[in-house]
């Protein structure tokens, strides 16, 4: 595509461009808030120039989402969408409603290289990164969607954010713009595999965000066999970048460890878990494995979230077992879209 993707443009860009086109200043600030706001054509900003929303859309195209498939859980509210990009490629977003207010979880990458075996994101492999406006889009129509301001963001979809690093900069710029979505970086929070250059150049970044790190085994054996990104970046490096990364950003880790019956929820596994996190300002979320067909993972029982979940509180790892949600409607990211591809666009059971 020739014309450029206008909702990736800060304030600052899309000034200088409409600048450079003969324009005022109040007519970028006034673009601006249309396309911040989630604007999907040129035609519904009203309060512009015909003239210059037709040079517009000759210049430029706005990436929206378009809802392909909605689910709405029975049991808690939650709603997880299959989004249509404009290439026809398809993303999943999650909306999430807790007692401070409702946090989205958006995709940054359609697929993902990670090939993480637990995950059904990037069982198929990666076709291509998401621009930042596609990012913003799942914010925005979240919002607008179910009529709630959502108030924190989870990067935590498909995809591997830092190997998307420098359009996920951008967004994160963007959606906390207070002429766009307005929210604050301490209110956004990013997960990795472990991609460790990613960790160092997000830390000199230093944006007050919360890292999230997907650790799920505290053996370098165990998580190289669930996680192909550890066979690059082993556990200590890993966590040297960590500990680099809250040297200079002062911010808490938190620590996202899958629970799977007989693999990673062994004694010997909370203990060494304990000593590998020790110095580190953390906090360990246990998660319930979620089952992909491609393996044969069980998740632990409530007993075993116990005893690991108390084992790491009594050895000084704060630790807490996350909050299932939208069960019912197979809410984690990766299941929906596969799904759908591989029924060929026909699967319509559970639909709202």
């Known amino acids: 595509m020739d014309k450029k993707d206008i909702r990736s443009l800060s304030r600052a860009e899309l000034e200088a461009e409409l600048l450079s086109l003969g324009e005022k200043r109040f007519r970028a600030a006034q673009v601006y808030k249309w396309v911040a706001g989630g604007a999907e054509s040129f035609d519904e900003m009203t309060n512009i120039p015909k003239a210059l929303r037709d040079r517009l ?10 809802i392909v498939r909605k689910l709405v859980s029975g049991i808690d509210e939650t709603v997880k969408y299959l989004y249509e990009l404009y290439d026809g490629e398809h993303i999943e977003s999650v909306v999430m409603k807790y007692n401070h207010g409702y946090t989205v979880c958006i995709s940054t990458q359609v697929g993902c290289r990670m090939g993480c075996s637990f995950c059904a994101s990037g069982q198929n492999g990666l076709f291509r990164n998401l621009l930042p406006s596609e990012m913003l889009a799942q914010v925005v129509k979240a919002g607008t969607d179910n009529g709630v301001r959502i108030s924190n963001v989870v990067l935590m979809g498909m995809g591997e954010p830092l190997d998307n690093f420098d359009n996920v900069k951008k967004f994160l710029q963007l959606v906390s713009d207070e002429e ?24 000199e970044l230093n944006y007050p965000i919360t890292l999230s790190i997907s650790l799920h085994a505290p053996f370098d054996d165990i998580r190289s066999e669930m996680m192909k990104v550890n066979r690059r970046w082993n556990i200590d490096e890993l966590l040297h970048a960590c500990r ?22 062994t004694e010997a ?10 110095g580190i300002m953390c906090h360990v979320n246990l998660i319930p494995v979620n ?14 979230l116990k005893q690991f979940a108390d084992k790491l509180n009594s050895l000084g790892i704060n630790t807490t077992v996350r909050r299932t949600l939208g069960s019912d409607i197979e809410a984690s990211c990766g299941q929906l879209r596969r799904k759908f591809e591989n029924k060929g666009g026909e699967e319509n059971e559970g639909l709202q």
């Open 57 to 66: 859309e000759e210049l430029y195209f706005i990436p929206t989402v378009k």
């Open 180 to 203: 766009g979505p307005g929210i604050g970086y301490r209110h956004i929070s990013l997960s990795t595999s472990g991609v460790v250059p990613g960790i160092y150049k997000l830390g």
């Open 244 to 265: 680099d990364y809250q040297k200079i950003t002062g911010r808490r880790i938190s620590f996202e460890y899958a629970m799977i019956r007989g693999k990673n929820d």
């Open 269 to 278: 596994c909370a203990k060494r878990l304990a000593e590998i996190l020790k």
């Open 291 to 304: 089952p992909v067909k491609e393996n044969d993972y069980v998740k632990s029982d409530g007993k075993a």
